[in-house]
Antibody, heavy 125, light 107 residues
Framework: QVQLVQSGAEVKKPGASVKVSCKASGYSFTSHSMHWVRQAPGQSLEWMGWIAAGNDDTYYPQKFQDRVTITKDTSASTAYMELASLTSEDTAVYYC??????????????????WGQGTLVTVSS | EIVLTQSPATLSLSPGERATLSCRASQSVNSYLAWYQQKPGQAPRLLIYDASNRATGIPARFSGSGSGTDFTLTISSLEPEDFAVYYCQQRSNWPETFGQGTKVEIK
């Protein structure tokens, strides 16, 4: 079965960086793209970016473009999200989410279906 | 960036009742919209994709409708496990965006 297991909780000081890992199992890692989404305490979900399945193409929203880097290690079936220059506003649970391809009547679209358990990142001085 | 506005913010209902949740987009997303359920301390769970298609293993009491800018998630008869927060998400334009959520609570 598909499993995404994320690294453990982190406590960081303002200005530091954090790198969260997401180890995948139960499927071909190179066949599905991966998203990263975060959720601040009591808030909605916020999309942080995406890394393509078959190559290293990435896309980041403008809000995070200067601070976030999403990578993957195919040999380890692991995706990573690194966020730099942390502030207290980055305190959140960070999720990885694997895309699934859904096809209906010849049209195929992709949606994040499988999610990791989440990693709490706390930024505090 | 496309803004998704969900209403109501909170829905207070009893088990067995029908729940109707709304998601309105600031511009057309065609049918490239998903619905997720999230319970406290858990990751989101994909319920509906492409506005109206149930994801794998999702019970038939969940249904989605709409296209363009107006979308609805309906839970035909609430089960105890359905009390949770529901989010819509658009994948039509980057950046992908989520609504602010609707909490379905027990009345």
């Amino acid at each position: 079965q598909v499993q995404l297991v994320q690294s453990g909780a982190e406590v960081k000081k303002p200005g530091a960086s954090v790198k969260v890992s997401c180890k995948a199992s139960g499927y071909s890692f190179t066949s599905h793209s991966m998203h990263w989404v975060r959720q601040a305490p009591g808030q909605s979900l916020e999309w942080m970016g995406w890394i393509a399945a078959g190559n290293d193409d990435t896309y980041y929203p403008q809000k995070f473009q200067d601070r976030v880097t999403i990578t993957k290690d195919t040999s380890a079936s692991t995706a990573y999200m690194e966020l730099a220059s942390l502030t207290s506003e980055d305190t959140a649970v960070y999720y990885c989410a694997r895309e699934t391809k859904f096809c209906i009547g010849g049209t195929c679209r992709y949606y994040p279906e499988y999610w990791g358990q989440g990693t709490l990142v706390t930024v505090s001085s | 960036e496309i803004v998704l506005t969900q209403s109501p913010a909170t829905l207070s209902l009893s088990p067995g009742e029908r729940a109707t949740l709304s998601c309105r987009a600031s511009q057309s997303v065609n049918s490239y919209l998903a619905w997720y359920q999230q319970k406290p301390g858990q990751a989101p769970r994909l319920l509906i994709y492409d506005a109206s298609n149930r994801a794998t293993g999702i019970p038939a009491r969940f249904s989605g409708s709409g296209s363009g800018t107006d979308f609805t998630l309906t839970i035909s008869s609430l089960e105890p496990e359905d009390f949770a927060v529901y989010y819509c998400q658009q994948r039509s334009n980057w950046p992908e965006t989520f609504g602010q959520g609707t909490k379905v609570e027990i009345k």
